[in-house]
C-alpha cells in the first residue's frame, strides 16, 4: 500500500491557524519532533500519518472547540500553491472547481472531493480516504470551510452563501458560530459531508480570469500531477470519473477533462487490458455495493446517483453482479 502524503502548503495551513490562537509553530513541531524548514518548503510532502499527528497537536494546545472552523476561515491563495492559481484564472466557477478537484492530489491526498448534481443544486462531497487515524471532526469543518472561503476569494463575494451544509459528525458547542461561518446553520449526523450551491451559481464569471494564463498553469499542472501520481491510466480514469460524478458520465466527458482525446483515452486503457465501459461498470458495483450495505440511502436515489435510468435497470445489475437482490445485500450489511 503506498504512503498517502499531505503538502508541506496544507500543513502550514494548520500551523498558521493554530498561531492565529495565540499557539508558536514551534511548539507544536517540538510536541511533534517532527522537523520542517518552512521558509523552503521542505519537505514538499509530509506522509498522512505525520500530518494527523500535527493536526492532533495544533488542536490539543489550541483548545478551541471550533479550529476546524478558525482554519478554514484563514485561508491563503498559497495554501493551493498551484492550483489555486490554475483555478483563479479559470473562466468560470465551474471550471474551477474541476480543476480544484482534478488537481487536489496535489495539496493532499488524504481526501477525495467530488462535484453531483442533485436537481438545481450542485454539491461537493468531502470523503476521507483514510487507512488508521480516523479525521477529527475539525478537520472535516476546516474542509467545508475552506472550499467556501476559497469560492468566495475566487468570485470576490465575501457574503457568497452556501444552500446547505452537511456534517456526518454530532454538532460542536456554538451553534452561533457555524452559522456565521456558512451563512446557514449546517445539518448533522448526517450520510455525507457535502456543501450546496445553486447549480446556476457555478457559471459565475471569476475576478481573476485569463485565458491565456489559465492555459500556461493547466499545463504546469499537468506536469506536476504526472510526476506526483505516476498512476496508471485505469488510476487516472477512475479517479476523473469520480470527481465528475458517474451520472451522465462519458467518455468524451473524462477525456476533455484529461485534455486528450476519446480514441487517445481508450487506446492508453486498451494498453492495460481495459474498456472504459468495464471499468464504468466495474465502479457502479463497488459503489452500488457500498451505499447498499453501508447506509440506508434509498435504492432509487442509489440507482438515480449511479446513473441508471430505471430502478429496474438498477435490479437487474445488481443481481447480475451479486445474484441476490438490494434488500438482501442490505440485510447481509447490518448483519456484519
Known amino acids: 500500500m503506498s504512503v498517502k502524503r499531505v503538502s508541506i502548503h496544507w500543513v502550514k495551513a494548520i500551523l498558521?491557524?493554530?498561531?492565529?490562537?495565540?499557539?508558536?509553530?514551534?511548539?507544536?513541531?517540538?510536541?511533534?519532533?517532527?522537523?520542517?524548514?518552512?521558509?523552503?518548503?521542505?519537505?514538499?510532502?509530509?506522509?498522512?500519518?505525520?500530518?494527523?499527528?500535527?493536526?492532533q497537536q495544533a488542536e490539543k494546545l489550541s483548545n478551541h472547540d471550533h479550529f476546524g472552523l478558525i482554519m478554514g476561515q484563514a485561508f491563503r491563495p498559497s495554501y493551493f500553491h498551484v492550483v489555486a492559481y490554475l483555478a483563479m484564472t479559470s473562466a468560470n466557477l465551474k471550471q474551477a472547481y474541476l480543476h480544484f478537484l482534478k488537481f487536489f492530489p496535489l495539496i493532499s491526498e488524504a481526501a477525495n472531493l467530488s462535484l453531483h448534481y442533485e436537481g438545481k443544486q450542485a454539491c461537493i462531497v468531502f470523503t476521507p480516504q483514510i487507512d488508521q487515524t480516523p479525521f477529527s471532526r475539525h478537520q472535516y469543518e476546516s474542509a467545508l470551510t475552506l472550499i467556501l472561503t476559497f469560492t468566495r476569494w475566487l468570485i470576490g463575494n465575501d457574503a457568497f452563501a452556501p444552500t446547505n451544509v452537511m456534517f456526518e459528525h454530532p454538532q460542536g458547542t456554538d451553534l452561533a458560530l457555524y452559522q456565521k461561518t456558512f451563512s446557514v446553520i449546517p445539518k448533522f449526523n448526517q450520510a455525507k459531508t457535502c456543501i450546496y450551491i445553486p447549480a446556476k451559481a457555478l457559471?459565475?464569471?471569476?475576478?481573476?480570469?485569463?485565458?491565456?494564463?489559465?492555459?500556461?498553469?493547466?499545463?504546469?499542472?499537468?506536469?506536476?500531477?504526472?510526476?506526483?501520481?505516476?498512476?496508471?491510466?485505469?488510476?487516472?480514469?477512475?479517479?476523473?470519473?469520480?470527481?465528475?460524478?458517474?451520472?451522465?458520465?462519458?467518455?468524451?466527458?473524462?477525456?476533455?477533462?484529461?485534455?486528450i482525446s476519446p480514441r487517445t483515452l481508450q487506446r492508453r486503457l486498451k494498453e492495460e487490458d481495459i474498456h472504459f465501459q468495464s471499468l464504468l461498470d466495474e465502479m457502479k458495483k463497488e459503489l452500488s455495493l457500498k451505499q447498499i450495505t453501508e447506509t440506508d440511502i434509498p435504492f432509487k436515489r442509489i440507482a438515480n446517483e449511479l446513473g441508471f435510468a430505471e430502478a429496474s435497470t438498477f435490479y437487474r445489475a445488481i443481481k447480475r453482479w451479486f445474484n441476490t437482490t438490494p434488500q438482501t445485500l442490505r440485510q447481509r450489511g447490518r448483519h456484519k
Open 203 to 259: 457559471e459565475h464569471e471569476l475576478v481573476d480570469s485569463d485565458t491565456d494564463l489559465n492555459r500556461l498553469h493547466l499545463e504546469h499542472a499537468n506536469s506536476l500531477l504526472a510526476r506526483h501520481l505516476n498512476r496508471s491510466w485505469q488510476e487516472v480514469t477512475r479517479m476523473t470519473i469520480m470527481q465528475l460524478g458517474i451520472p451522465d458520465i462519458s467518455k468524451q466527458g473524462v477525456a476533455q477533462q484529461l485534455n
Open 16 to 55: 498558521a491557524a493554530a498561531k492565529t490562537l495565540g499557539i508558536e509553530t514551534e511548539q507544536i513541531l517540538n510536541a511533534t519532533q517532527i522537523t520542517l524548514n518552512l521558509e523552503k518548503n521542505q519537505p514538499s510532502y509530509l506522509s498522512l500519518e505525520q500530518t494527523q499527528i500535527i493536526w
